[in-house]
């Protein structure tokens, strides 16, 4: 598939929305600032390279594209140059992209302002398109800004330049082990790259089979998640990207892009939400659009869209998860009138499982799992969505005040639970649980990559030794000729491995996923598995709630700390980590000793310190305490509770 013309474009027209307007639909959020926003004149060369100077042997030609028809070239042969002059029309940070090429090395890809090189990118031999960023590029209103491609011994070709506002939010992370410094590094730069500047004018409904779109809109705050040939973002991955953008400070840009969905979950769609919206954030993407009755949808993703609600809302306190009625009712819809909807061939009794049609992906279907076949009702990625919908409910009805239906979730949540290991995945483990039924109700056992995957991953399977066979399953399927085909499921591993408290097997993960980021996705015209933007905003939030098992509550001005260092990782860092208004930084000395720092300027976190085991002494800055012990998930914990005000630090420890 050919990358889509994503980039800042100079045309203003805007494109008429592929459904009406209504009341529901989620407009982005309004700027404030009237000044025109730093754009780039002609990000893909479609119009001749409007705005560069081209020095001998470069120039726009055709042939060798990442999308569209035409592309900046710079011949073999050193010295060799083009550039493109800007002047900032506000104040900024700014992270610059671009799709490159080069046959061999010597290249480069360089920024400067006011004549000065602020980050310069020397080109690997690549002979296919990657995407290389100059980050955190500070600009102030007026100051001259120079992009500029410089040839080695071999030919450079570049296209799809782009702008992203630099991340709100940094933290850092430090580290005995150097390869998850660099790992972490690597991760928060690419993936800020992918988020949109708003107010950029670009293309909607691009895709592999219309390169340029078929016109234009002005683009909200949103970030890539999925193909970076389409002009949009898709549930799926978006879920498993929010707590990474969080990290990011990319919170606006969560919240709307949950609200786009929130809004498109309308009784027309029998409350599925669609599967992918253009960067305006109101536009659905037509290549997975069609009309209210065919359109592309999977089960799961209603319910984790509910689940990151939550999440977003722990992460960050924000009242508009909990008060704006377009999200609190697709909520609402989601977990009662939705279920309702889907949920006719097979008999769970008291519970409700939602169910897909089996007629494929155009009609619902029951898993992410698309290559499974067409013919499940139930799977188990979505029985176990649901499960964590449930429990995100209670979380956001706490946090709207309602406690009487908070707990009516917390019941739904555990009988469904109840049910699926009672009855719904039978009584084997390994390749025999019951991973989905099929329309007809026959149960369906062995390997089924994400329905396998999520169960254990959103705990729904009782800890234990059945729960502990089917990880070892899982592990054994994914490291043999039918694991995972893409980058993308994999990224689920490390998650599923730290929420069942499997260090060392999530690590390893990471790892494999880090150290594959420059072989070919399997999307020829993707990139390297490293820009598909899933794997960095993922090896952000798995280093940051994985290894450091830090879990928020900012409303209630809570964090909750755990040790997942795995064997050989002496200590953990990571500063800055956004809670609610203010940041934490947290230290793991192995699995015995956490340090917090409270970095805010006014008010206090209850911290609860956990380390796995039932020790006999625990001190708080070196004060015995009480050792209390509780169990969560199956696995005693001993713990302190001490509070650590703004600008302070404590010390939990924990022996014997």
Known sequence: MKPSRLMLLTAVALLTPLVPATSATAAPRATTDSRPQLALPDPGFENGGTGWTFGPGTGVGAGNVHSGSRFLY???????????????????????????????TGGTYTVRRNGETVGTVELPQRATYARYTVSRV???????????????????????????????????????????????????????????????????????YHTSGTGTATYGPTYWAGYANRSAYYSRDMAHQLDGAHLLGLDTENETMLRSYAASATAEHKYFPVWSLNFDARTYLSIDYKNPDDFVREVPAVFELVEKAAQAYLWTGDRRYVDDPVLWNFYRHATEQ????????????????????????????????????????????????????????????????????????????????AYFNDEWSGIGSGAGMVRAYTVSGTPVTGWGKENSVFMPMKQIIDPGPRNDAYLDYIQAQELGPEGSPNIESTTYLPDMFFRNNRADTAWWWMKKIYGERDVQHVNSSQGPDGDYPEVSFTLVSQTVE????????????????????????????????????????????????????????????????????????ITVDGVPQRARTRAVNGVTYTYATPKVRAGATAVVQVSG
């Open 338 to 417: 939705f279920i309702d909807l889907h949920n006719s061939a097979k008999d769970n009794g008291k519970v409700k499982v939602a169910e897909g049609t089996g007629q494929g992906i155009f009609a619902g279907a029951a898993s992410y799992n698309e290559q499974d076949g067409d013919d499940l009702a139930e799977a188990g990625d979505t029985i176990a969505s649901e499960y964590q919908a449930y429990l995100a409910m209670a979380v956001l009805a706490r946090g709207k005040g309602d406690t009487k239906l908070a707990k009516t979730y917390d019941r739904k949540a555990a009988d469904l639970k």
């Open 74 to 104: 710079l011949d073999a042969g050193t010295g060799r140059s083009a550039r493109l002059d800007l002047v900032a029309p506000r104040d900024g940070s700014y992270d610059f992209s671009a799709w490159v090429a080069s046959a061999g």
């Open 546 to 617: 994985g290894l450091m098992g830090i879990a928020p509550d900012a409303a209630a001005h809570q964090v909750t700390t755990q040790s997942r260092l795995p064997s050989g990782m002496k200590w953990l860092q990571v500063a800055d980590v956004p809670v609610g208004t203010g940041t934490v930084t947290v230290r793991h000395d192995g699995t015995t000793k956490t340090t917090l720092t409270n970095n805010s300027r006014h008010g206090a976190y209850r911290w609860e310190a956990r380390f796995p085991g039932a020790h006999k002494r």
């Open 138 to 208: 500070e600009l102030k209103a007026g100051d001259r800004l120079e992009i500029a491609f410089g040839s080695g011994s071999s030919w450079v070709n570049a296209d799809d330049l782009m702008i992203s506002p630099a991340a709100p939010a940094d933290p850092r992370v430090t580290s005995s082990d150097p390869e998850v410094v660099e790992m972490f590094d690597w991760a928060k730069r690419k993936a800020n790259s992918w988020v949109q500047l708003p107010g950029t004018v670009g293309p909607v409904n691009a895709d592999e």
